[in-house]
């Protein structure tokens, strides 16, 4: 489980390329499709949790602090999350427990969903 985590990270990183990002970084691509709203705001201002080169392990306490400021935190907690995950690629996940493995990896998934969900809305009409 812990690498279906890393790999998709990394489906991640191609879904958001796809839908229009730039540039090498995951971390650049995020905080430029969300640009001029309050995740895009939010995400400039933890440009140093977004950047900090550690194992994500070692920041999931810091980005779970900032998710549990609900609303437009969450959304940006989770962009967080899947930019360090990718960023920690190259090191094994030391997270055993499968119950923590899989909601992490729902969360992954939730910042591509909600990249996707704001750059093509559904028209409701």
Known sequence: MQSDLQGMSVAVE???????GQGTQLSKMFRDLWDGTEVGRILKKQKTLLKRGLPFEDLLEEIDALRGNGGEHEKAADLILATRILGSVHHAVQIENQLELEQLLVRVLRAATLTHALLKPVDAS
Request: aromatic share 0%.
């Open 14 to 20: 191609q879904v958001v390329r796809a839908l229009g």
